[in-house]
């Protein structure tokens, strides 16, 4: 089946520690995507892939960071820098960054303690 | 800038009964594209429809069709016939260019509850 996979399903972060959420596809896909959602809002661009070795910002990357060593992973990072980070984390990827669809991940919820 | 405005926070109808969901937004690009997508309780976005700026043709899927209209800006989104596994959230998302890449700008999200 292919598809993308995100764990853990919950995530719990105490003060001051850093956490990774883990987002895999075995789509083949080029471009890969991170999003945050808050309740009763729409998603917001974490950071973004277009390829390999490559990686952007998006809307609300501080507090982030993220890596693409490989096509079909790209992890996010929740540092301490982010003070507010309980939200629902969502991972998506596209064939490629330009104009295709972009399919989603079931998405991590980060709480903190 | 661009947006997208989805005025209905939250609709709650009866089964059987057609609901449209509205779908507005805002582009200087002459060229784009529209999305829906469905997040049920489970959490997941579920991709629906993509459509371009220059096909403004309705289309239809089973008990789901979509009505775009460029001269109003709008790509509405109507279920017929609704029923409860349609209870979900819909989102309308426009891409937009930059850096040479695409990102989606969603709008904030209509919660449909159908009851029994």
């Known amino acids: 089946d292919g598809g993308i996979t995100q764990s853990p399903k919950y995530l719990f972060r105490k003060e001051g520690q850093n956490v990774t959420l883990s987002c895999e596809q075995n789509?083949?896909?080029?471009?890969m995507y991170w999003y945050r959602q808050d309740p009763g809002q729409g998603l917001r661009l974490i950071y973004y892939?277009?390829?390999?070795?490559?990686?952007q910002k998006g809307d609300i990357a501080e507090g982030y960071s993220v890596s693409r060593e490989k096509k079909e992973s790209f992890p996010l990072t929740v540092t301490s820098a982010q003070k507010n980070p309980t939200a629902f984390y969502l991972c998506?990827?596209?064939?490629?960054?330009?104009?295709?669809?972009?399919?989603f991940g079931p998405g991590t919820r980060l709480l903190v303690l | 800038a661009q947006k997208v405005t989805q005025a209905q926070t939250e609709i709650s109808v009866v089964e059987k009964e057609d609901v449209t969901l509205d779908c507005v937004y805002e582009?200087?690009?002459?060229?784009?594209?529209l999305f829906w997508y469905k997040q049920p309780p489970s959490g997941e976005l579920v991709f629906l429809i993509r459509?371009?700026?220059?096909?403004?043709q309705n289309e239809i899927s089973g008990r789901y069709s979509w009505n775009f209209q460029k001269s109003t800006s709008s790509f509405n989104f109507t279920i017929t016939a609704s029923q409860v596994v349609d209870s979900a959230v819909y989102f309308c998302?426009?891409?937009?260019?930059?850096?040479?890449?695409?990102?989606?700008?969603f709008g904030k999200g209509t919660k449909l509850t159908v009851n029994p």
């Open positions: 892939s277009q390829i390999v070795n490559d990686f």
């Open positions: 789509l083949n896909h080029d471009a």
């Open positions: 998302a426009l891409s937009e260019a930059q850096g040479g890449s695409e990102k989606l700008v």
């Open positions: 459509r371009n700026s220059f096909d403004e």
């Open positions: 582009t200087r690009d002459t060229t784009y594209y």
């Open positions: 998506a990827s596209s064939r490629t960054a330009a104009r295709e669809t972009q399919y």
